[in-house]
């Protein structure tokens, strides 16, 4: 892990996003993005400080998949979303590798915009509200905690 890493810092409890951990298992932890992405987005990041895919180990590999599928199911049964979209961004110094899974709302909640035009628009709104951001979370977690 390095010390100057938001990520690293994350997964060893030293800073924590709006409404903290909404899940974690060996290999992954995930928390809300602090970033301009929108209300309900979750970044998937390493436990293990990779910067770079290609230096996963297998079993991180192998359960990304699996991880990806149950945070997009609760984003879309909490939340309340009808896509979820997945984008990695790892273009910042102190790279790690991190996934945002991003919530796309029925209309008219996006101004019938999808894709890249959906996140131009997010940009410019800037980051939401922490508050919201944690109650996000919490839902989220929570409907990770029932279906187990």
């Known amino acids: 892990m390095t010390l100057s890493c938001f990520a690293c810092q994350t997964v060893r ?3 924590t ?4 951990v909404v899940y974690e298992n060996e290999y992954w932890l995930a928390d809300h993005c602090i970033g ?3 209300i309900g ?3 998937v990041k390493t436990k293990a400080h990779r910067e770079n895919l290609w230096e996963l180990t297998a079993e991180e590999s192998t359960t ?5 599928r149950l945070i997009s199911e609760a984003i879309v049964h909490a939340l309340g979303a009808e896509r979820v979209y997945v984008t990695l961004w790892v273009d910042q110094s102190p790279y790690h590798v991190h996934f945002v ?3 796309r709302y029925p209309e008219p909640a996006e101004w019938n915009l999808k894709g890249w035009q959906l996140q131009s628009m997010r940009n410019l709104q800037g980051t939401p509200d922490p508050l919201q951001m944690a109650e996000a979370a919490r839902k989220i977690r929570l409907y990770l905690q029932n279906r187990e």
């Open 17 to 20: 996003a709006p409404g903290g």
């Open 13 to 15: 409890g030293e800073a």
């Open 36 to 38: 301009a992405m929108g």
């Open 101 to 103: 899974l991003q919530p």
């Open 41 to 43: 987005s979750i970044v």
């Open 64 to 68: 990304l998949g699996p991880t990806f």
